[in-house]
C-alpha cells in the first residue's frame, strides 16, 4: 500500500470557499492540501453562478442608466441590448477570473491535487489517482448543486 500524505488541513473542492479556507490555514502555517476533481477549475460561483450573473446585473443595470440619461441631463440617443455583445464580454469576465483562480490555486502554498475523493475515516481521504492523504481537519467545501423537487403528486 502506497505512503499516506500527512496534512494539518485538507479541503475537498476548490472553489470559492475552499480556496479561502486553504489560503487561510496557509496563512495559520498549517500544511494544507487542496483536492479538486472537477473537469474545470474554478468553482461554481466563477463558472456559472455568481460571476455570470452579477455580470448580467450590472449591464442590465448600466442599459437601464444609459436609457434614463435625459434624467441625468445626458443626451444618449439610443440605448439597447446587443445580445451577442453582452454574451460574449460575459464569457470574457468569466475566463478572466477563472484563469486568475487556476494561476492561484496552481501557484498557492499549499498542494492541489486534481482527484475526486472520498472519506475512509474521519481523517483519511480516499482519492481517484489511487492515493490517500491524511489531515487532522477536512473541509468539505463542494459547492452545492439545485434540484428541482418532486411535485406532492409523484411522491
Known amino acids: 500500500m502506497p505512503r499516506v500524505k500527512q496534512y494539518d488541513f485538507a479541503v475537498i473542492g476548490g472553489g470559492s470557499a475552499g480556496f479561502s479556507a486553504a489560503r487561510t490555514a496557509t496563512l495559520l502555517g498549517q500544511k494544507v492540501a487542496v483536492v479538486d476533481g472537477a473537469r474545470e477549475l474554478g468553482g461554481l ?3 456559472r453562478g455568481c460571476m455570470p450573473s452579477k455580470t448580467l446585473l450590472y449591464m442590465a443595470e448600466v442599459l437601464h442608466l444609459a436609457q434614463k440619461g435625459s ?4 443626451t444618449i440617443p439610443s440605448a439597447r441590448a446587443n445580445m451577442p455583445a453582452i454574451h460574449a464580454r460575459k464569457k470574457q469576465i468569466i475566463a478572466e477570473f477563472a484563469e486568475h483562480r487556476v494561476s492561484a490555486l496552481k501557484n498557492a502554498n499549499f498542494d492541489l491535487i486534481r482527484a475526486d475523493a472520498r472519506f475512509a475515516d474521519p481523517h483519511t481521504l480516499e482519492l481517484s489517482n489511487g492515493r490517500r492523504i491524511r489531515a487532522k481537519s477536512i473541509l468539505v467545501a463542494t459547492g452545492s448543486k439545485s ?4 411535485s406532492p403528486r409523484s411522491r
Open 45 to 47: 460561483c466563477i463558472l
Open 71 to 74: 434624467e441625468f441631463g445626458l
Open 147 to 150: 434540484e428541482r423537487a418532486a
